[in-house]
Nanobody
Framework: QVQLVESGGGLVQAGGSLRLSCAASGRTFSRYVMGWFRQAPGKEREFVEAISRTGGTTYYADSVKGRFTISRDNAKNTVWLQMNSLKPEDTAVYYC???????????????????WGQGTQVTVSS
């Protein structure tokens, strides 16, 4: 079992930056593909970015290309999402998730992630 706790959300002006953190419990963090998702009010939860178990491969949604970067440190049981050039449409609750399916991270769907954090609010003002 993995427990995930996100932090780092807040209110930022358009064009600004935030860095989200997701701390995982347990000794098996390195076994998991990690992903970030977001959910805006009235919308479905959507994929943002994912990172492989070793951190060597990342996969991102087109909407965040060139602006968001995912990274991880398995020694610290932590994954981060660096968000730059934020836009009002990035406003959402951001969730980190962990999955352990034998497939490329680009093939992971929402249901392939077994563990979820409680989410952290990101609000971008115009």
């Amino acid at each position: 079992q993995v427990q995930l706790v996100e932090s780092g959300g807040g209110l930022v002006q358009a064009g600004g930056s935030l860095r989200l953190s997701c701390a995982a419990s347990g000794r098996t963090f390195s076994r998991y593909v990690m992903g970030w998702f977001r959910q805006a009010p009235g919308k479905e939860r959507e994929f943002v970015e994912a990172i492989s178990r070793t951190g060597g491969t990342t996969y991102y949604a087109d909407s965040v290309k060139g602006r968001f970067t995912i990274s991880r440190d398995n020694a610290k049981n932590t994954v981060w999402l660096q968000m730059n050039s934020l836009k009002p449409e990035d406003t959402a609750v951001y969730y980190c998730a962990a999955g352990n399916k034998p497939k490329p991270i680009s093939d992971y769907a929402l249901y392939d992630y077994d563990y979820w954090g409680q989410g952290t609010q990101v609000t971008v003002s115009s």
